[in-house]
Every structure is written in C-alpha cells, then in structure tokens.
C-alpha cells in the first residue's frame, strides 16, 4: 500500500512541535517526573484549542491519532487532568513568546491594523462572576494584525470597559520595531496615539472623527489603499471566531487570557501552513 499523504492535521502538530522546540524548555524543573515534556503539553493545548474540544475528548481521540502520537514523540496518552495542570503551569509570558516565534517564518510588510472585537464568557463561573460583582459577559479583545499575511503580531484583553484610545498605545510600544504603518478607525483617533506613532517612525493612519470641516478635508486625505487594508483586523477577528469559537472555555479571567493567546497562536500556525502551500513548500 502507497504511504498516505501527510494531513493537514498532521503538519500542524509538526509545525507546533518546530515552534515549541525554539521557545520552549523540556521539562520545567530538574525534579519532573519526565514523563512528558512540555513541549509536548504546548503542542496538546494547542491541538485542544484548534480542534475546539476539551481536555477529555482531545485525549479520548489521541487513542486513535498514532501518526500524530509518533510527531509527538509520545510513548503514552497524558490524563485530562495532566493537560489541564499543564495550562495552569504555563505562564502568560510563554505564550507570548510563543506568539512571536510564530511570526518567524512569515513575510511580515510592517503595514498593520489595530481593532478590538469581543469573546463570550458564557462558560465563566457563576459563583466566580457574583462573588466579583462581575457584569461583563464579554472580554474585550484587541488584535494587532500584519495586513500582508493576515497574522496576530499582538493581542490585548482586558475584562473592562477600557477605551481604544487607553489600549492602543500600550500594544503600539510593545510592538514598534514590528510596525510601519498603523491602520485604526475613529475609535483611536486620538492625537497622543498619532504622537506616539511618529515618536517611534511610524505612520498613523487613523480616520478623525469629523467635527469640523478640517477633520473631513483630512480624511479625504488619507491613503485608502493603505487605510483600506485594516478591514483584515474584522477578516482576523470573524477566522479566529468561526474557526476556533467565539467564546472561552475557561472559567477564570487569567485562564482566559491564555486561551485566546493561544487562539491567535494556532491561527499564526495556520496562516504559516497555508502560505508555505502556496509557496510549494508543503505536499
């Protein structure tokens, strides 16, 4: 019998267990039982996220999975209890760093989009949500996306009301050797951003909103092929949304906020995938 032909499953784990190898160490503390790495567990929660499953089902499912057990190099199938215990343990700093890794192989441009779209806490605890006086349903998440290849090279979530115009430059600091242009509708029309933008050589390109006639002779102004391309911010946010859930899973904020790093994550991954296939660089 012919060998099948890799899954796109397949080249995802390989890919996840390339990025987890440069970022990731193989066991957090010399008195690990060593029994599984966490490269191992990055790539697992990572699966998780991509397949929209919980804990229970991914490991129910490796039982069936030995191409992807063997890209793993794994000898046994972790407890549920394993993998979450591992989420817990991996900090937000880890992902973060995963998350520009991910970047690594993608031909970037510097011409970016800033936006913010909102994620379903409908699964947080109720005791949790009452005991905080927790009215929010939604966490406010926003995305600093490459218009070039459609990449997260940043993201922000907060479950406050915080405006635009207060998350903008906290992302734009964190990121400015990564940007040329930054593309942002009215809601960042705000002139500490643009002044923050040109501190660092980078173009603003930000809508006004229009309360004088001056403020629309400036929009008339604008670039619009530039400007246009942060429509790819909503084309982002509705991917991640569909693909991976408008929701989380988790029940507690910080946990959260790992979970949607990681959705970001796995989109890289797959944005990389897909332009490697485009390029002749994958079967």
Known sequence: MDALPKSRLLRFVERAMVLARRTVER??????????????????????????????????????????????????????????????????????????????????????????????????????????????????????????????LDVHVTTTRKHDTQIAPQVVKRNAASIEVLTGDKGYDDQKIRQLARNHDIRPLIKHREFTPLHTAWNARLDNDLYHRRNMNETVNAAIKQKFGAFVRSRLWWKQFRELVIKCIVHNLERSLAISHERGKCP
């Open 27 to 152: 066991f957090s503390t010399r008195y690990s039982r060593k029994r599984f790495t966490l490269r191992q567990h990055v790539v697992l929660l990572c699966l998780k996220v991509k397949k929209t499953t919980t804990h229970r089902d991914l490991v129910d499912e490796l039982i069936e999975m030995p191409r992807i057990r063997d890209a793993l190099d794994l000898d046994s199938i972790p407890a549920p209890s394993t993998l979450c215990k591992a989420f817990a343990r991996l900090e937000m700093a880890v992902w973060r760093v995963l998350l520009n890794v991910s970047l690594a192989d993608l031909p970037l441009n510097g011409v970016t989009g800033i936006d913010a779209s909102g994620f379903d806490r409908a699964h947080a605890s109720t005791h949790y949500t009452k005991r905080t006086n927790l009215s929010i349903q939604q966490l406010k998440t926003t995305l600093l996306v490459d218009t070039a290849t459609n990449a997260v």
